[in-house]
């Protein structure tokens, strides 16, 4: 049985498993991160390289700056758990920059339901299929 399997027939959750850390790690997740989540807190986010030069006060000199739209602004700013970011092509001198979080508050779990579905949501958009997915068999 897999440990999302377990989980969800109540069975209580051990300690996170390799597999577990290590899609933790693609997320770049800090260390001890899965506990804070399992906690109810939220994960803490490695950076590496030249983005570790504060990227926090960067980020808010940008927020301020008022380049962006409030709305836009505001749903950066929330506690929702950064999944993901992505600067994809349009056209050919256009580009959209998407930056893919969770709600505030969610499970380990729906993180990763979440992510999947951004994954497959950002192969339609790189392939250029601009049609809808087909409607699931029982009509939902």
Same mark, same amino acid.
């Given at each position: 049985?897999?440990?999302?399997? %377990? *989980? !969800?027939?109540?069975?209580?959750? $051990?300690? &996170?498993?390799?597999?577990?850390?290590?899609? =933790?790690? @693609?997320?770049?997740?800090?260390?001890? %991160? *899965? !506990?804070?989540?399992?906690?109810? $807190?939220? &994960?803490?986010?490695?950076?590496?390289?030249? =983005?570790? @030069?504060?990227?926090?006060?960067?980020?808010?000199?940008?927020?301020?700056?008022?380049?962006?739209?409030?709305?836009?602004?505001?749903?950066?700013?929330?506690?929702?758990?950064?999944?993901?970011?992505?600067?994809?092509?349009?056209?050919?001198?256009?580009?959209?920059?998407?930056?893919?979080?969770?709600?505030?508050?969610?499970?380990?779990?729906?993180?990763?339901?979440?992510?999947?579905?951004?994954?497959?949501?950002?192969?339609?958009?790189?392939?250029?299929?601009?049609?809808?997915?087909?409607?699931?068999?029982?009509?939902?």
């Amino acid at each position: 049985m897999s440990t999302i399997q %377990s *989980i !969800e027939r109540g069975h209580e959750f $051990g300690k &996170p498993t390799r597999t577990i850390r290590a899609y =933790a790690k @693609l997320l770049n997740w800090a260390d001890g %991160s *899965i !506990e804070q989540v399992l906690s109810g $807190g939220n &994960p803490s986010h490695e950076v590496h390289g030249a =983005a570790a @030069l504060n990227v926090q006060a960067s980020m808010d000199a940008d927020l301020d700056d008022k380049r962006l739209p409030l709305r836009i602004v505001h749903e950066l700013s929330d506690d929702g758990t950064l999944l993901d970011t992505a600067v994809l092509k349009i056209g050919d001198k256009g580009r959209a920059i998407v930056v893919v979080k969770g709600e505030p508050g969610v499970s380990a779990e729906e993180l990763v339901e979440e992510l999947r579905a951004w994954d497959r949501s950002r192969a339609r958009l790189e392939s250029g299929d601009d049609t809808d997915p087909p409607a699931a068999a029982n009509g939902s």
